[in-house]
C-alpha cells in the first residue's frame, strides 16, 4: 500500500492557495548587519543624535501600505467597523482613496475609480496604489495585528501589539509597546531609520533615503534620476494638489541602500516610538513639505496617536525568516520527515514479504 503523504501534501497546498486567494502580500526587504553602530546626525529639531542602531536583523515593506491593501483589510474586518478604520473623508476629499458601502454589519469597501484625466500630463489618476491615507497610529497598530494573526478574520486588538478597552482609542494608549514574538509590527524609529539611511556595505549613513547625500530633486517617476522623491520643491510634483500622490514604489532608481522606495515623500510614514509624553513620530517628509523634511537630520516629534491627516501613511515590519516563508518552510520539513518515514515503512514491509515468501519456498 503507497503511503499517503503526498494527500496531505496535496490537501495542505489546496488550503493555502485557498487561504491566500484574498491574502495580501506585503513585499518586504531585509535589513541586516545587526548591531550596528547608531548615527552621528544630530537632530536640527530636537538636538538629539544616535539613531539607526538596531540589535537582531528583519525585514521592512518595501513600499508604505496601499490603498488596495488597506481595502483588503477593511472587507476583513470592517463589515461593522467600531473602530472607525475607514473615515469618510477617504471617500469625499480627492486625497483619499478608499469607497465604502453598504450599512454597519454589511459594509463593503472599495478602491476609488480612476479620476479621469487628474494624472501628470492629463493622464489617469489611480488610487489602488497610492499609499493610504487619513489613517491614525492605533489603525496602523490594528492593520498590523491583523497581519500577525494571519489575515482573514484576524483579531485586530490583540497578537504583536495589545489594545486594552474594546475603544477607538484604546484605553492603555500610552502604555502600548510592541509584544514579545512580534511576527508584523510598525517599525520603530531606529529600525526605519536604519531602513532608510544605513549603508550596509560601508557601516556609514547617508543624508537622504535614496542613498546620497546629495539634495534630491522633485521629478516625476518618469523622471527619475536615481536621486528623487514626490516632495514640495517650486511646486508639487504632480502639479495637481487635489491628486499630489504618486504610487508606492514607482521612484524605482531612487531607493535606499536596502531597496525600500518613498522613505522620503509621498506620506509621512508613523514609526512605533513614543516621542513625547502621549504622543508618537513620524519620519521621511511629504508631497506637500520641503525637501528638508526628508533628510536623517529632520526628526518630526510630535502626532496625535488618534490624528488623521492627509498626508501621513505607514509601512509594516516582520520578523525574520517570514512568517509565512516559515510557516512554509516547517511544512516542507514535515513532509520530508513523512516521506522518509514511508519509505522506511515501504522498506520493512518489502523485507518481511520477502522473508515470508523464502520461508514458504523451503517448506
Not at 465604502?100 to 487628474?118: E, H, L
Not at 520643491?233 to 531607493?255: H, K, R, V
Not at 491627516?309 to 520530508?336: H, T
Amino acid at each position: 500500500m503507497r503511503c499517503p503523504y503526498w494527500i496531505f501534501a496535496t490537501f495542505f497546498l489546496a488550503a493555502v492557495a485557498a487561504s491566500n486567494a484574498s491574502a495580501i502580500a506585503i513585499q518586504t526587504v531585509q535589513v541586516g548587519v545587526p548591531g550596528n553602530s547608531p548615527d552621528t546626525e544630530v537632530m536640527t529639531t530636537d538636538g538629539t543624535t544616535g539613531y539607526g542602531s538596531v540589535a537582531s536583523s528583519y525585514r521592512i515593506g518595501s513600499t508604505e501600505v496601499t490603498n488596495a491593501q488597506y481595502v483588503e483589510f477593511l472587507n476583513s474586518v470592517g463589515r461593522v467597523d467600531p473602530f472607525q478604520l475607514y473615515l469618510p473623508v477617504m471617500t469625499t476629499n480627492s486625497w483619499g482613496g478608499i469607497i465604502r458601502d453598504g450599512v454597519s454589519g454589511s459594509y463593503t469597501y472599495s478602491v476609488k475609480p480612476n479620476a479621469i484625466g487628474q494624472g501628470p500630463g492629463g493622464t489617469d489618476y489611480t488610487y489602488a496604489d497610492k499609499p493610504v491615507n487619513y489613517v491614525s497610529w492605533y489603525d496602523s497598530l490594528r492593520f498590523v495585528n491583523w497581519l500577525h494573526n494571519g489575515q482573514g478574520n484576524g483579531d485586530t486588538e490583540s497578537g504583536a501589539y495589545t489594545l486594552l478597552g474594546g475603544t477607538i482609542i484604546p484605553t492603555n494608549g500610552d502604555a502600548i509597546t510592541r509584544n514579545p514574538g512580534a511576527r508584523w509590527f510598525l517599525p520603530s524609529e531606529n529600525e526605519w531609520y536604519k531602513a532608510a539611511y544605513f549603508d550596509g556595505t560601508t557601516g556609514t549613513y547617508f543624508d537622504y533615503p535614496t542613498g546620497t547625500n546629495n539634495n534630491p530633486n522633485n521629478n516625476l517617476p518618469s523622471a527619475d534620476t536615481g536621486n528623487s522623491a514626490n516632495f514640495l520643491a517650486g511646486g508639487l510634483t504632480t502639479g495637481n494638489e487635489p491628486y499630489p500622490f504618486t504610487d508606492a514604489g514607482d521612484y524605482s532608481l531612487s531607493s535606499s541602500p536596502f531597496g525600500t522606495f518613498d522613505q522620503g515623500g509621498n506620506v509621512w510614514e508613523l514609526h512605533e516610538t513614543i516621542t513625547a509624553p502621549g504622543m508618537r513620530g513620524v519620519r521621511g517628509g511629504t508631497y506637500d513639505g520641503e525637501g528638508f523634511n526628508l533628510a536623517a537630520s529632520h526628526r518630526a516629534i510630535a502626532v496625535s496617536p488618534s490624528g488623521h491627516a492627509d498626508n501621513i501613511g505607514f509601512r509594516v515590519a516582520s520578523a525574520i525568516p517570514e512568517p509565512s516563508s516559515a510557516a512554509l518552510c516547517l511544512v516542507l520539513v514535515a513532509l520530508a520527515l513523512e516521506s522518509r518515514k514511508c519509505r522506511r515503512r515501504a522498506s520493512i514491509a518489502s523485507e518481511v514479504q520477502s522473508i515470508a515468501v523464502a520461508n514458504k519456498a523451503k517448506r
